[in-house]
């Protein structure tokens, strides 16, 4: 029987990320070569086949039914590969080669990115590929080792563990509310000047959400600017552009330097977790063990950054003492 080629693999893998992501483009970002080539290993794949595996249009792939079919066959074969290659990592005690991680813009920036410097201290032989965004890789096809998301995201295929809360609290600079006052309850919002974030992934604004006696209630307040980044938010509070909602490990290093404080702190929330999720076959790998048991360290309990979010009434985790999490 002739044997398969370094070649025709390299289509498969090109032509199996291509039909997963939807386009050369997002298939040549994640395995790290450009869309032409990408292009080029499908094309020749089609060529030895004598199949049209796409349907092509400027915007967009679609499979062709021929193409479905070798799409499902040519999963199974990289999953097998992929549990050939984690037998042999686990195989090995120390951690060594390359962990890719992914997490959201912020968390990277503010969380991640300092801390990655001591993680390689401890294991140099361990290179990290951390890649952010909000857009939810699929870890396995893509092959991701840990993702650290915010929510309880289920996902039958992986294994998850929560880091931390995600604490959201309202922030203000001390000259915006020397000049405009401090609002004591969110029904006074409507007085103020409001900040608010636009996620990408929907458009959609945020509801802010506060704890009013035993329940949450939201409400998206007539915001004077909006933007979709939480970074810029930050800048414009600090500013003295209004005040703002913010996950609290944003505002905190403002907070340590007096350009913002908490407003509304009685009334802040746990809005949901940060979680982070690796798949089932990274379980006894050396390199996620290893990065997780540093998460550990990112993410101690509990949080600095929500102990400075400090409520009137002293209670350090940033809201009333007979409030539940939401």
């Given at each position: 029987?002739?044997?398969?080629?370094?070649?025709?693999?390299?289509?498969?893998?090109?032509?199996?990320r291509s039909a997963s992501l939807g386009s050369y483009t997002a298939a040549?970002?994640?395995?790290?070569?450009?869309?032409?080539?990408?292009?080029?290993?499908?094309?020749?794949?089609?060529?030895?086949?004598?199949?049209?595996?796409?349907?092509?249009?400027?915007?967009?792939?679609?499979?062709?039914?021929?193409?479905r079919d070798i799409h499902e066959r040519a999963l199974r074969l990289l999953?097998?590969?992929?549990?050939?290659?984690?037998?042999?990592?686990?195989?090995?005690?120390?951690?060594?080669?390359?962990?890719?991680?992914?997490?959201?813009?912020?968390?990277?920036?503010?969380?991640?990115?300092?801390?990655?410097?001591?993680?390689?201290?401890?294991?140099?032989?361990?290179?990290?590929?951390?890649?952010?965004?909000?857009?939810?890789?699929?870890?396995?096809?893509?092959?991701?080792?840990?993702?650290?998301?915010?929510?309880d995201l289920a996902d039958s295929r992986l294994v998850s563990r929560r880091?931390?809360?995600?604490?959201?609290?309202?922030?203000?600079?001390?000259?915006?509310?020397?000049?405009?006052?401090?609002?004591?309850?969110?029904?006074?919002?409507?007085?103020?000047?409001?900040?608010?974030?636009?996620?990408?992934?929907?458009?959609?604004?945020?509801?802010?959400?506060?704890?009013?006696?035993?329940?949450?209630?939201?409400?998206?307040?007539?915001?004077?600017?909006?933007?979709?980044?939480?970074?810029?938010?930050?800048?414009?509070?600090?500013?003295?552009?209004?005040?703002?909602?913010?996950?609290?490990?944003?505002?905190?290093?403002?907070?340590?330097?007096?350009?913002?404080?908490?407003?509304?702190?009685?009334?802040?929330?746990?809005?949901?977790?940060?979680?982070?999720?690796?798949?089932?076959?990274?379980?006894?790998?050396?390199?996620?063990?290893?990065?997780?048991?540093?998460?550990?360290?990112?993410?101690?309990?509990?949080?600095?950054?929500?102990?400075?979010?400090?409520?009137?009434?002293?209670?350090?985790?940033?809201?009333?003492?007979?409030?539940?999490?939401?």
């Amino acid at each position: 029987m002739e044997q398969i080629g370094l070649d025709r693999l390299t289509g498969i893998i090109a032509f199996a990320r291509s039909a997963s992501l939807g386009s050369y483009t997002a298939a040549a970002r994640s395995l790290g070569i450009s869309p032409s080539a990408v292009s080029k290993s499908v094309q020749r794949l089609e060529e030895r086949l004598g199949l049209s595996l796409f349907t092509r249009t400027t915007r967009s792939l679609t499979l062709t039914p021929e193409g479905r079919d070798i799409h499902e066959r040519a999963l199974r074969l990289l999953r097998e590969a992929e549990e050939i290659e984690q037998t042999a990592v686990a195989a090995r005690s120390e951690p060594a080669g390359i962990l890719k991680v992914t997490a959201p813009f912020p968390i990277g920036v503010h969380l991640l990115a300092p801390a990655l410097p001591r993680f390689r201290e401890r294991h140099p032989k361990l290179s990290v590929d951390l890649r952010l965004g909000d857009r939810f890789a699929d870890l396995i096809e893509e092959g991701i080792d840990v993702a650290i998301r915010v929510g309880d995201l289920a996902d039958s295929r992986l294994v998850s563990r929560r880091l931390a809360p995600h604490r959201l609290c309202a922030f203000a600079a001390p000259a915006y509310l020397a000049r405009r006052g401090i609002p004591k309850h969110p029904d006074e919002l409507v007085h103020h000047d409001c900040i608010n974030f636009r996620f990408q992934s929907t458009g959609q604004a945020l509801r802010w959400p506060f704890r009013v006696g035993s329940r949450t209630v939201e409400l998206v307040p007539d915001a004077g600017i909006v933007t979709d980044f939480s970074d810029a938010v930050a800048a414009v509070l600090v500013a003295g552009g209004g005040i703002g909602i913010s996950p609290t490990y944003i505002a905190a290093p403002y907070i340590e330097r007096g350009a913002l404080v908490p407003v509304l702190q009685e009334f802040a929330v746990e809005r949901s977790v940060i979680t982070a999720l690796w798949p089932e076959s990274r379980r006894g790998n050396p390199n996620v063990k290893a990065f997780l048991a540093f998460l550990g360290e990112v993410f101690p309990s509990p949080a600095p950054w929500d102990m400075l979010i400090t409520a009137p009434d002293g209670d350090e985790e940033g809201a009333p003492s007979n409030a539940k999490p939401a």
